[in-house]
């Protein structure tokens, strides 16, 4: 401040300004706004502050080894009742004991299935008089014409 106190503005303004200076200053702060565009570029991209991405690295690595070992532990302790468990296995010891279960099973579907045909033919019935009386009405509105 003190030196610009003493600074007299009739020397500065005859003071011989070099030659290309302007292009080059004009240069200079293009390359330094093309930094600062490309420095905000990538902060933008990222929307995280600098130093951040580690962080959330490190917490995807914990979360995902925590998932891993929860999914091994719950395996391990249902092992035992998977090995043991009769009602998993496909095959029968005796031969007439397999072929009632494959006969309860039939039952069972057809059983179902009859349900299902019965539900289907009381729509179909619902469905045909809606259409005979949509019939009825057009050929009524036919008539009145």
């Known amino acids: 401040m003190e030196r610009l ?11 011989e300004i070099p030659k290309g200076l302007e292009e080059r200053l004009s240069m200079k702060i293009d390359q ?32 995902s080894a925590a998932a891993c070992i929860t999914l091994i532990a719950g395996f391990i302790s249902l092992w035992p009742e998977y090995r043991t468990n009769k009602a998993q296995q496909d095959t029968f010891d005796d031969p007439k004991l397999a072929r009632e279960e494959v006969l309860k099973a039939f039952q069972l ?15 179909e019935e619902i469905t045909n008089k809606s259409n005979n009386t949509l019939y009825n009405a057009l ?5 009145l014409q």
């Open 32 to 63: 330094w706004a093309a930094e600062d565009e490309n420095t905000q570029a990538r902060h933008t991209d990222t929307t995280m502050q600098p130093g951040s991405r580690t962080i959330r690295f490190r917490l995807v690595r914990i979360i």
């Open 5 to 15: 106190r003493h600074l007299n503005l009739k020397k500065t303004g005859e003071t």
């Open 109 to 123: 579907m057809e059983y179902s299935l009859n349900v299902g045909r019965e539900h289907l033919e009381h729509a």
């Open 139 to 143: 050929e009524t509105l036919k008539t």
